[in-house]
């Protein structure tokens, strides 16, 4: 079993930031992708940044250049800095990971989401 903790959510003036802390535990072999998803009110849920294994970020076209994903890959933990934040960041964000488990199963793995709010 694999579990995903998020932390570093609250709330944030527009402008300001907050960097999201997601730790990875349990039977892992291999974590390969991580990333960040975030779900607004009335929304679906959508990708927000992911790292490869390598460290190869990936960006949705609304946080480029205010969001940066990064990964401790000794300490399972993937981050999201967020700058510059807007009213319109305000969602539930969760953090994913492509896992190996222990056993070579392959699994998908989820968090249970940190809310952000950020006000205008």
């Known amino acids: 079993q694999v579990q995903l903790v998020e932390s570093g959510g609250g709330l944030v003036q527009a402008g300001g930031s907050l960097r999201l802390s997601c730790a990875a535990s349990?039977?892992?072999?291999?974590?390969?992708?991580m990333g960040w998803y975030r779900q607004a009110p009335g929304k679906q849920r959508g990708l927000v940044a992911s790292i490869s294994s390598v460290g190869l970020p990936n960006y949705a076209d609304s946080v480029k250049g205010r969001f940066t994903i990064s990964r401790d890959n000794a300490k399972n933990m993937v981050y999201l800095q967020m700058n510059s934040l807007k009213p319109e960041d305000t969602a539930v964000y969760y953090c994913?990971?492509?896992?190996?488990?222990?056993?070579?199963?392959?699994?998908?793995?989820w968090g249970q989401g940190t809310l952000v709010t950020v006000s205008a």
């Open positions: 349990g039977s892992i072999f291999s974590l390969n992708t």
């Open positions: 994913n990971a492509d896992v190996v488990a222990v056993s070579g199963d392959p699994l998908d793995a």
